[in-house]
């Protein structure tokens, strides 16, 4: 069955008695437990391929007869892609979502995801944003809600539901986040909007995050185009393989407002960009096995003890604001002044563009790398000496 809309032109009163009303129409599926292997089963359908991945772990896209697509995001939901014109096909096994082509009138909450979709010209299946125009750095996000033709829907933990229900939202593509707000997620499902939850952080490798291109090309019907554009990104690891490691260490972070520093644990994908460049994450056994967040803060005095002697300090300016002089970098905190990237001129800043920047990851890896060797500046996209 297909899911239920509620049209356009309600009042505010009218969508909130909808709303309850679908309380009972609608129950909202469990999460299925996805995980990589063999293509599941799809009553009345023919299993016949499956989307060759090169460093992406956290899903698997499984095509069927008829043009339908089943995709499995590992420790999420599975959602079955159904073609334009077509149905849902019965007794599908609980918990697979059901997403109905053409999705072009989605709500994009997950900022990670927008470069993925403008890297295969498919801004246009984007309606709504969690995400103000000015928190956007991808250019051509910016023009089109400059232009209106993506709008403003309210953030992902206070989206403006009436709107969503007035633009005849086909999609809710959520981070993980919306997993501390599920009262949200139920309210937008009890809508009759699906909700996808975009894993791609939780990828180890770097281009990992960005093969993520491949699960929003096929949503989009840009698969072919989705499969060039990430061919070109890998091929930095093609140009890399020979390169001998320079054995230079480099430490990311950045100093939070209460003094602590926040860097990454060494499993993250950002460690792995390093390594792959050229160098050696200043903190090679960081783990917390008890949490699968990628950031982990640490006393100034902690950070002291290990990157004192780091050769290279990369400040990560995707969370607190870009430092521009060394000056900035010692009003954090004087201890700066002894560390020997510092002494020796080492020490660089990672735009603030760079986390929303999955599309050109291997942009990043390339940056290390010349500054890890030539230090062109002029041949670089996120970095930035700082003197």
Not at 89 to 102: D, N, S
Not at 147 to 170: Q, R, S
Not at 267 to 286: K, N, Q, S, W
Request: hydrophobic share 40%.
């Amino acid at each position: 069955m297909r899911q239920i809309k509620i049209r356009s032109g309600l009042s505010g009163c009218a969508v909130f008695f909808s709303v309850l009303l679908l309380t009972f129409l609608l129950t909202v599926p469990a999460a299925a437990e996805g995980t990589a292997g063999e293509a599941p089963e799809i009553p009345g359908l023919t299993f016949e391929s499956a989307v060759e991945l090169q460093f992406a772990e956290g899903f698997d896209i499984y095509h069927y007869s008829g043009g339908y697509m089943l995709i499995d995001v590992h420790d999420s939901a599975q959602y079955l892609v159904v073609p334009e014109g077509m149905e849902a096909p019965e007794g599908l096994a609980e918990g697979i979502r059901v997403l109905y082509q053409p999705l072009d009138k989605i709500y994009l909450a997950a900022t990670s995801a927008m470069a993925l979709f403008d890297a295969v010209d498919s801004l246009g299946n984007i309606r709504l944003s969690g995400t103000a125009a000015s928190g956007w750095y991808v250019e051509n996000a910016v023009k089109a809600m400059e232009a209106g033709d993506i709008l403003f829907a309210g953030k992902y933990n206070e989206p403006d539901y009436e709107l969503l229900l007035n633009e005849e939202c086909d999609l809710a593509i959520e981070s993980t986040m919306i997993l501390h707000n599920p009262k949200v997620q139920e309210m937008i499902e009890m809508m009759g909007v699906p909700v996808f939850i975009d894993r791609s952080s939780y990828e180890n490798h770097p281009l990992g995050r960005t093969e993520w291109v491949k699960l929003y090309g096929a949503l989009t019907g840009k698969a072919e185009e989705a499969e060039a554009f990430f061919e070109d990104q890998a091929k930095v690891i093609t140009e890399l393989k020979d390169f001998e490691n320079t054995e230079k260490t480099v430490a990311f972070f950045y100093v939070s407002s209460d003094g602590s520093v926040v860097v990454r644990k060494a499993g993250d994908y950002v460690p792995r960009m390093i390594e792959i460049a050229g160098g050696r994450y200043a903190f090679p056994d960081l783990d917390d096995p008890d949490s699968q967040r990628s950031a982990i803060p640490m006393t100034m005095e902690e950070f002291y003890a290990t990157a004192v002697d780091a050769d290279y300090l990369i400040y990560n300016a995707t969370i607190d604001d870009p430092i521009e002089s060394l000056e900035d970098l010692f009003n954090k905190s004087e201890l700066f002044r002894d560390f020997k990237a510092v002494e020796e001129g080492n020490v660089w800043c990672a735009s603030k563009y760079l986390y929303q920047a999955t599309d050109i990851v291997g942009n990043m890896i390339t940056d290390i790398h010349l500054m890890l060797t030539t230090q062109d500046e002029s041949s670089m996209t996120f970095l930035s000496k700082i003197s």
